[in-house]
């Protein structure tokens, strides 16, 4: 298992730009694919972008593409989530999670998964 802290969510103007982070507290998240999910009030959770261990296979969902971008640091043991654009219907908790092993846009694959954090986006 590995240990996900998000971080970067606020509350913005629609139009505006966020970076979110997930970083990986307690180990390497070299080995894991990662992916954001969101679930905003009311709504179930679900899948935003993705990204592979290797960094060489990315998705972002229809809603956000072209708006948002997904991009890994090992480095840094840190996934990001660029978000562009912002609308109102972005507002949600994002949420990060990992697994070992190819990506996939089920949430119920994933076996480690951060606290979120809350990205609201003002009218």
């Known amino acids: 298992q590995v240990h996900l802290v998000e971080s970067g969510g606020t509350l913005v103007r629609a139009g505006d730009s966020l970076r979110l982070s997930c970083v990986a507290s307690d180990r390497s998240i070299r080995p894991y694919a990662v992916a954001w999910f969101r679930q905003a009030p009311g709504k179930d959770r679900e899948f935003v972008s993705y990204i592979g261990w290797h960094a060489g296979s990315t998705s972002v969902d229809d809603s956000v593409k072209d708006r948002f971008t997904i991009s890994r640091d090992d480095a840094k043991n840190t996934v990001y989530l660029e978000m562009s654009s912002l609308k109102p219907e972005d507002t949600a908790i994002y949420y990060c999670?990992?697994?070992?092993?190819?990506?996939?846009?089920?949430?119920?694959?994933?076996?480690?998964w951060g606290q979120g954090t809350q990205v609201t986006v003002s009218s």
């Open positions: 999670a990992a697994k070992r092993g190819f990506t996939t846009i089920s949430a119920t694959a994933y076996t480690d």
